[in-house]
């Protein structure tokens, strides 16, 4: 138990301090794209700008709307949030290991990642606001949209491998990358991705 627990914060911390300090290179990025200064005052030229956004977070009042349904408008974030955070559990961290280890990874991967729509659908019919439900609903059908399609380039690289183990397809690439050698499935799946995370 406690081997699973250590697991656990070992992978969970890094990637929370990746997620966050990723966040503060995009906002800098986006800020010198736009001539402006970005975030560069708490800190040494900004650095601890995560921090304090993360401490804002916390001590920020929660406001839910009148007549929404508060146990589902707290819940549908958190399920997202632990839906994306169990994603990670599944892809290898070093060569052969993953926490989740299985067989059929990639199948859990497209899997986890198609809950995510339950997570974007509760929380606009939970607001009890028939523009919330709308956007949601318009969300939802944008994702399993981009769902269909990434599976459908993850084809190849399954037959190739004949294998739905994540470090059977890593092993696989041994000696030649499968970008090179299936570059449009490649391009479409980067191209769906970036598509649906806007």
């Known amino acids: 138990m406690l081997k699973l627990v250590l697991t656990f914060l070992c992978s969970i911390i890094p990637l929370l301090f990746a997620v966050a300090f990723l966040t503060l290179l995009e906002r800098k990025v986006m800020a010198s794209f736009q001539s402006r200064r970005g975030p560069n005052s708490v800190g040494f030229v900004g650095i601890l700008q995560p921090i304090a956004d993360g401490l804002k977070l916390v001590f920020k009042e929660t406001v839910i709307p009148y007549k929404a ?75 399993i949209s981009y769902e269909v399609s990434m599976g459908l380039t993850l084809i190849p690289i399954i037959l190739l491998t004949k294998s739905f183990n994540l470090i059977d397809i890593i092993n696989a690439q041994k000696y030649i990358c499968f970008f090179f050698i299936l570059t449009p499935c490649a391009l479409f799946f980067f191209y769906f991705n970036f598509s649906r995370n806007k």
């Not at 974007?120 to 607001?127: D, P």
């Open 69 to 143: 349904s508060s146990f589902l408008f707290i819940f549908a974030p958190l399920l997202s949030f632990c839906i994306s955070i169990t994603l990670w559990f599944i892809i290898p961290l070093f060569s052969n290991f993953n926490v989740l280890h299985n067989n059929l990874s990639l199948l859990l991967i497209l899997g986890f990642s198609s809950l995510n729509v339950y997570g974007v659908v509760l929380s606009g019919w939970s607001s009890n606001s028939n523009y919330a439900l709308l956007g949601s609903l318009r969300s939802a059908s944008q994702m």
